[in-house]
């Protein structure tokens, strides 16, 4: 299994611009998450999705779309990038069995500048 | 709202001391799941432990433990004997209810062993 993966590893944006950060899981999980993380803090939950079809706002959604066709992906939208999105950018997965909750299985990350 | 507070932002030691990271949350639900995630230089966040809010059983893997006491709402861990390969940030991450896929961060606390 290669695990939860996430393209590209870099990219630097001007103001405007827009993208799509590539995650994919070949773990059959269920639950899919996006992450932010700045400089000296923690992750911050963005968008997660429950299953194909099924998507929700995280705790900071704004600038982003997110959609889930199939269990395994999971793209991240930037509509119009801002200098307040220069982040790094963690796509996560996980599962449950029986109510029980898993831990979540983080990618690589994105570092994404916006200039 | 949920909320995640790791006090230490950074702690040094010399290699073979011991090290506690204080975790403390707030949730107003009663099924949870507390995680610890390691994230060395590398950048890769690496899962460490789970706990659900209805095992209060301390645990010891190798050089780790942890402490955790819903009476303080309180998730410590400690690392005995550290190792300059202990150097990493540590987060604290708390579940909104039984889902594990949508997690609240402390701050981190960054942990520098010296050999």
């Known amino acids: 299994n290669a695990g939860v993966t996430q393209t590209p590893k870099f990219q630097v944006l001007k103001t405007g611009q827009s993208m799509t950060l590539q995650c994919a899981q070949d773990?059959?999980?269920?639950?899919m998450s996006w992450y932010r993380q700045d400089p000296g803090m923690g992750l911050r939950l963005i968008h997660y999705?429950?299953?194909?079809?099924?998507?929700d706002q995280g705790e900071v959604p704004n600038g982003y779309n997110v959609s889930r066709s199939t269990t395994e992906d999971f793209p991240l939208r930037l509509l119009s990038a801002a200098p307040s999105q220069t982040s790094v950018y963690f796509c996560?997965?996980?599962?449950?069995?029986?109510?029980?909750?898993?831990?979540?299985?983080f990618g690589p990350g994105t570092r994404l500048t916006v200039t | 709202a949920q909320k995640v507070t790791q006090a230490q932002t950074e702690i040094s030691v010399v290699e073979k001391e011991d090290v506690t990271l204080d975790c403390v949350y707030e949730t107003r639900d009663t099924t949870y799941y507390l995680f610890w995630y390691k994230q060395p230089p590398s950048g890769e966040l690496v899962f460490l432990i789970r706990?659900?809010?209805?095992?209060?059983q301390n645990e010891i893997s190798g050089r780790y433990s942890w402490n955790f006491q819903k009476s303080t709402s309180s998730f410590n861990f400690t690392i005995t004997a550290s190792q300059v390969v202990d150097s990493a940030v540590y987060f604290c991450?708390?579940?909104?209810?039984?889902?594990?896929?949508?997690?609240?961060f402390g701050g981190g606390t960054r942990v520098l062993v010296k050999p």
């Open positions: 999705s429950v299953g194909a079809g099924i998507t």
């Open positions: 773990m059959n999980h269920e639950y």
């Open positions: 706990r659900n809010s209805f095992d209060e």
């Open positions: 991450a708390l579940s909104k209810g039984a889902a594990g896929n949508k997690l609240t």
């Open positions: 996560a997965s996980s599962y449950s069995t029986s109510g029980y909750s898993y831990e979540q299985y």
